[in-house]
Every structure is written in C-alpha cells, then in structure tokens.
C-alpha cells in the first residue's frame, strides 16, 4: 500500500491511497508520489445555478408553424411554471390575437421537464424560433409590420440583447414583452460561475464539455485522466462548475470532484450565487424591500421595443 495523508481540522487523518501487487506497484507508487505533490491548503469555489424553468420551457417551446405551442399536461409532483413562463405565456397569446408573428427568442432550458405534452391550437399559430444571432439575420415574416417578440424562460439576457439588436436593424416596427418579465436564471447561473472562474486559479467542468463562455482556461472533465496532478498542485483555488453528479447517468460531477480534491489537502467549500431582482416599481427606491416575484400582464398598447 503506497498513502499519503493530513490532519483535518476535525483531527481526522484524510488522504490518498492504492494497493498494488507485482508490477503494478511500481505505478501505485508514482501514482501517489505525484498526487502527494498537490497536498496544500485549498478553497473550492462552487457557482450555485438555480433550477431551470422546468414545464415552462415545454410550455413555450415552438414547433414548425402547423404544429402549434406545446403546453404541459399537468402531473402529480411536477415543477409548477415560473412566472417569466406564464408571462410570457400570456405575451404570445395577446399578441397573436392581435395578428402578430410572435418570434420567440433565446434557447432556453437544454432539457424539457414534467407532463404530458399536448398541442393546444391545430391552427398555425405565428410562433417562430429565433435562439441566435444568426437565425435572426436570417428569419422571414410575412408583415414586417406585424411583428412582435416574446423571450424564452431560462434563456440568457446578454444573448436575448444580442439577437434584439439585429432584429431591431431588420425590423424597425418589431414591439415585444416588458423587461420585467425577462427570465434572469441563466444569466445569474453564468455571472456566478464566470465570477468564480475569475477569482480562481484553475477551473473545472464538469459534464460539461466546453464552455464558451467561460475563460478558454477552463479543464473538462468527463472522466478522471482529464484531471492531471500538473495541473492541480498549483492552485490554491479551484473553480467547479458543472451537474452536482453525472447527467443522467454515471459521470464525474462537481461532487465527485469535491470528494477528490478533498483528499489532497485542507479543503473549504465556498458556494456562491448571484440573484438579480427585478424593481416592478421604479419609484419605491432601492432602499425598499426586495419586490416578491410576480407574474407582469402582458404587454398592450403595441407593447414596447
């Protein structure tokens, strides 16, 4: 047996250690010897994300023009919509009332979560698509007259802003939701993990593959040869961003990788979060109590662009 240890701050003796017999001791041997290299004090920084949207994004997911919006069939123990889903909900219908193409913009949760799906209209009903920057360089409306915009729950606001202004350039009428019902769950999920990347030393992903929005610094980590003890024995904190566990399924997550980086040295944990609230009245001042989350009617009078 070839170990390496220290002493918690509880007195517990914590560390590293493999047995090996015959030729593979040689291995077990080096194999300590350079993760005994990485032991040293270290802060974990954990970007904290909340859920996404859940049947919200099924809600409003748009199909081809024929097929109609999806809405969940409600289930025992599924996560009930978030109010950016039923305000925006509520924009698509008002707007398509008024005989608008309603392009719904941003992509939204990766997955969709809970209920039965049904079609609600077998009409066409106008909803169009835009996720990006280039679909809305490229998409086509009957009247560009009578178009109007509705964001998608979990989509990221930096991107919602971006895809808004070439749509604006090619649709200078375009009308849409209130700011006040944009979706700020992913946005805050990436300042809070862009922001312990920042203030780290090495940053992990985990079941994440490559993220472009974070530093091209960044380590995935699908399996455990991605994670190198060159790597590791310099930094005294390490960001982890990424699936508590594995998705779906067996795979490295943030807590195996707590679990791990524990065994190489004092470890604190640090979970971070940004939260951004929205001031639904402007003239109560910032010095009044955070505004409840509620659900803003939709937008009328041509709505706002």
Excluded at 77 to 86: E, L, R, T, Y
């Amino acid at each position: 047996m070839f170990a390496t240890t220290y002493q918690d701050l509880d007195h517990r003796a914590t560390g590293i250690a493999t047995l090996a017999r015959g030729p593979l001791s040689e291995h077990a041997e080096q194999a300590v010897q350079a993760w005994a290299a990485c032991l040293r004090t270290r802060r974990l920084l954990v970007p904290m994300a909340a859920a996404a949207c859940a049947a919200s994004s099924a809600a409003l997911l748009p199909q081809t023009r024929s097929e109609g919006v999806l809405l969940p069939e409600p289930t025992a123990g599924s996560p009930a919509p978030c109010g950016s889903a039923i305000g925006a909900r509520e924009c698509i219908r008002a707007f398509r009332e008024r005989g608008d193409t309603v392009l719904l913009l941003g992509a939204g949760a990766d997955a969709l979560v809970g209920g039965r799906r049904r079609t609600v209209s077998p009409e066409p009903i106008g909803v169009l698509a835009v996720p990006d920057r280039e679909t809305a360089a490229s998409v086509g409306v009957p009247d560009a007259s009578a178009v109007s915009f509705v964001t998608r729950p979990c989509s990221p606001t930096e991107e919602v802003a971006a895809i808004l202004t070439v749509l604006r350039t090619r649709f200078p009428l375009l009308r849409g939701q209130h700011p006040d019902q944009w979706c700020y769950r992913a946005t805050d999920g990436r300042s809070a993990a862009r922001a312990a990347a920042l203030h780290s030393d090495l940053t992990l992903c985990a079941q994440l593959g490559r993220i472009e929005w974070l530093p091209k610094s960044a380590v995935a980590v699908t399996e455990w040869e991605d994670l190198l003890p060159e790597a590791v024995a310099p930094a005294a904190t390490i960001a982890l961003v990424g699936a508590p566990r594995g998705l779906g399924g067996p795979g490295i997550g943030v807590a195996d990788l707590i679990e791990a980086l524990s065994g190489l040295g004092p470890t604190s944990v640090v979970r971070q979060r940004v939260v951004s609230e929205v001031i639904t009245d402007i003239f109560a001042g910032f010095d009044a109590p955070p505004p409840s989350a509620r659900t803003a009617p939709p937008a009328e009078n041509g709505g706002t662009s």
